[in-house]
T-cell receptor, first 113, second 115 residues
Framework: DQQVKQNSPSLSVQEGRISILNCDYT??????FLWYKKYPAEGPTFLISISSIKDKNEDGRFTVFLNKSAKHLSLHIVPSQPGDSAVYFC????????????FGAGTRLAVHP | NAGVMQNPRHLVRRRGQEARLRCSPM?????VYWYRQLPEEGLKFMVY????????ESGMPKERFSAEFPKEGPSILRIQQVVRGDSAAYFCASSPRDATNEKLFFGSGTQLSVL
């Protein structure tokens, strides 16, 4: 019973291009969405978030888009850099609730020079 | 300003032994979460604790698993009589408050291997 799905296990992008990572969720009650980045042998680190009252949130090279009708969110990285190579997890939770997050399985991004 | 500290980084146990995983939250953080990551899967919530209180343990297996966060000292995740299926990466995270929009700070995890 996967409530959060990241259908692409891996993505390869050339340096300088755009990386687009996708995430689908099943429960329309989810109202807060986050992206975490994880390097090998490290814990996940928070990247960016968005609440359901918005459809876009931007932070530097990172932008998250939320399409509530499609129950879909995406993370755009522009321009991609080799240091962005990591596993990216989308996660969801209840805004204002505590951090009982539901994570997707992750997408491994490789950015090539 | 040290981050979330977990130890050990790697723990090897034989079936039937006990595993004790420790987590010291970031300074000033009183909310601790434990998540488990099985191979090729996302992190799954296990338990949420505040000092001396278990707030939500709905993700913990009913048997053999327990967690505590005492008034003094680190949070402990304890797994009794480990089985091979317990092999996973266990991540601890902390936050200063209990709201979802308070980002979590994760430790580097403990990789548990059960032989």
């Amino acid at each position: 019973d996967q409530q959060v799905k990241q259908n692409s296990p891996s993505l390869s992008v050339q340096e300088g291009r755009i990386s687009i990572l996708n995430c689908d969720y099943t429960n329309s009650m989810f109202d807060y969405f986050l992206w975490y980045k994880k390097y090998p042998a490290e814990g996940p680190t928070f990247l960016i978030s968005i609440s359901s009252i918005k459809d876009k949130n931007e932070d530097g090279r990172f932008t998250v888009f939320l399409n509530k009708s499609a129950k879909h969110l995406s993370l755009h990285i522009v321009p991609s850099q080799p240091g962005d190579s990591a596993v990216y997890f989308c996660a969801t939770g209840e805004f204002g609730g505590y951090n009982k997050l539901i994570f997707g399985a992750g997408t491994r991004l490789a950015v090539h020079p | 300003n040290a981050g979330v500290m977990q130890n050990p980084r790697h723990l090897v146990r034989r079936r039937g032994q006990e595993a004790r995983l420790r987590c010291s939250p970031m300074k000033g953080h009183s909310h601790v979460y434990w998540y488990r990551q099985l191979p090729e899967e996302g992190l799954k919530f296990m338990v949420y604790l505040q000092k001396e209180n278990i707030i939500d343990e709905s993700g913990m297996p009913k048997e053999r698993f327990s967690a505590e966060f005492p008034k003094e000292g680190p949070s402990i995740l304890r797994i009794q009589q480990v089985v091979r299926g317990d092999s996973a990466a266990y991540f601890c995270a902390s936050s200063p408050r209990d709201a979802t929009n308070e980002k979590l700070f994760f430790g580097s995890g403990t990789q548990l291997s059960v032989l």
